[in-house]
Each structure stands twice: as structure tokens, then as C-alpha cells.
């Protein structure tokens, strides 16, 4: 069951020797009552997936986020596109449902539910080789 944190509702949190913490919000539920968004740890990459109730004040934590999060329109169910995969997760019980694996940078979801879109980027190179004659 996630657990209730407290944190200023934006701006830096602070951790000393860590370089700061700082919230991302990103969704806002469709019935307004929630504020998700990630909390992002300085210098690394990784983020959890912050719950902000505006009723009770209140951050709830859900580890298994780790990304930038979406809300359905249910107001309870969240996709967040984690750096991996695409994860489907419930804000009451913190489960993380796999969707799709993907290296998506962002989600979005259609109001009926029924279409998401996604930011994928690939990085491809090649390496030439030439003999310089003197």
C-alpha cells in the first residue's frame, strides 16, 4: 500500500549531498482531486511517481511509477512511461501492470481510454574508417 509523504507542493525539496530534489507535476486526474508527477533525484535519472491530494495535503509515493505519469478517466488508474516500459498502475494499491516495453519518453491518453500515445527515440550511428596516405 503506498505510504503518505509530505512535501512542499512545488519547487525543491531539498537533499543534502544529492543535489536537490525537485517535483515534475504532469497529470492532473480527471476528477481534480489528484496531482501526479515525479520526483526527480539529482544527479541520476531516476524519479518516483508522486500522488499530491489536494483534499488531504498529502503526497502519496508509488515506487513502481518511476516515470512521467497519465491519468485514465477513471481518476484512479495512472500509464506512466517508465525507461523501459510502458506500466499501467493503480493509485489506490501501487501495482504496476506491464503494457508495453518500450524506451518511451512520455504517455498520453486519450478521454475514452481508448487510444495512447507514446515518444519513442532511437539513436543510430555509423563509424567511417580512412587510411590517410602521406
Wanted: neutral net charge.
Amino acid at each position: 500500500m503506498p505510504q503518505p509523504l509530505k512535501y512542499p507542493l512545488l519547487g525543491d525539496v531539498g537533499d543534502e549531498g544529492q543535489g536537490g530534489q525537485s517535483l515534475q507535476p504532469r497529470s492532473w486526474s480527471p476528477d481534480g482531486s489528484t496531482l501526479a508527477g515525479g520526483l526527480t533525484f539529482y544527479p541520476t535519472p531516476n524519479s518516483v511517481t508522486l500522488l499530491y491530494s489536494f483534499a488531504s495535503g498529502k503526497y502519496t509515493a508509488l515506487p513502481e511509477g518511476r516515470g512521467w505519469p497519465a491519468w485514465l478517466s477513471d481518476s484512479r488508474r495512472l500509464l506512466v512511461a517508465r525507461y523501459d516500459q510502458i506500466v499501467l498502475l493503480d493509485s489506490r494499491t501501487g501495482r504496476a501492470t506491464p503494457v508495453l516495453d518500450t524506451a518511451a519518453q512520455g504517455v498520453s491518453v486519450s478521454r475514452d481510454n481508448r487510444w495512447v500515445s507514446y515518444i519513442e527515440t532511437r539513436a543510430q550511428s555509423d563509424v567511417w574508417m580512412a587510411k590517410l596516405e602521406p
